[in-house]
C-alpha cells in the first residue's frame, strides 16, 4: 500500500474513534511517569488538532512540572520554526488553524537543544520506527537536527503501529511510540 492510500484508511479510522480523550489521558500518564521525561528540562512538541492524540493536557503539565516547552511555529516552506509555550495564553492561530507560541522564534535549528522531542503521526512501523506523517515533511526535516541519543517519540491511538510503512530515503524513525497501552522502543 502506498502512503496516501495508508494516510486515508488511518484519517478516516481515527474519525471513528470513540473516546480519544481518554486515550490523551492515558499517554500523557504515561509518558509523565518515565524518567527521561520527568528529566528533560527541554521538551519539544507539539499543539495537537483534530483525531491526533491530544497534546494539550501533556503541554501544559510538563510546563507545569517545570519543563520548557516549545512548540513549532509553520514557515512558508514548510519546515519548523520553535517558540516557548508560556502558558495557555501564549498560543495564537497560525497557518492553517494551528495554534502556535507568540513567543520570539528560535530558529529551526533550536531542535537541536531539546532533551525530549515528542511529534504526531499517523502511523509507525512496529519494526522498524519509521512514522508517517501528514505528507508535508515538516517533522521529517525537524527529526533530522536531532540528536541521535535524544528520545523522540510519536503519540499513536492504538492500532496505528503497524507492519509495513512505506519509507523514502528522507523519512527519519522515532525511537520510541507513546500509545494508551504503553510505550514501544525501537533502540535497542
Same mark, same amino acid.
Not at 509523565?32 to 483534530?50: E, I, N, R
Given at each position: ?9 488511518? %484519517?478516516?479510522? $481515527?474519525? #471513528?474513534?470513540?473516546?480519544? &480523550?481518554?486515550? =490523551?489521558?492515558? @499517554?500523557?500518564?504515561? /509518558? ?69 507560541? %507568540?513567543?520570539? $522564534?528560535? #530558529?529551526?535549528?533550536?531542535? &537541536?537543544?531539546? =532533551?525530549?522531542? @515528542?511529534?504526531?503521526? /499517523? ?66
Amino acid at each position: 500500500m502506498d502512503k496516501a492510500e495508508l494516510r486515508r484508511r488511518i %484519517v478516516a479510522a $481515527r474519525a #471513528g474513534l470513540a473516546d480519544p &480523550r481518554g486515550s =490523551a489521558t492515558a @499517554i500523557r500518564e504515561t /509518558l509523565l511517569d518515565q524518567p527521561w521525561a520527568q528529566m528533560a528540562g527541554l521538551v519539544a512538541c507539539y499543539w495537537s488538532t483534530g483525531t491526533e492524540p491530544a497534546t494539550h493536557g501533556l503541554v501544559l503539565a510538563l510546563w507545569k512540572h517545570g519543563a520548557t516547552v516549545m512548540l513549532p511555529v509553520l514557515q512558508p516552506d514548510g519546515d519548523l520554526d520553535w517558540a516557548v509555550y508560556d502558558g495557555p495564553d501564549s498560543l495564537a492561530p497560525g497557518p492553517r488553524g494551528l495554534m502556535e507560541p %507568540v513567543d520570539t $522564534r528560535r #530558529g529551526v535549528d533550536a531542535i &537541536r537543544t531539546a =532533551a525530549l522531542v @515528542i511529534v504526531p503521526a /499517523l502511523a509507525v512501523d512496529a519494526a522498524t520506527g519509521v512514522r508517517l506523517g501528514r505528507g508535508g515533511g515538516s517533522y521529517d526535516r525537524a527529526l533530522a537536527r536531532v540528536g541521535p541519543n535524544v528520545p523522540t517519540v510519536a503519540l499513536l491511538h492504538e492500532g496505528e503501529l503497524i507492519e509495513g510503512v512505506p519509507a523514502e530515503p528522507h523519512d527519519r524513525p522515532v525511537s520510541m511510540a507513546a500509545l494508551p497501552s504503553g510505550i514501544v522502543s525501537f533502540r535497542e
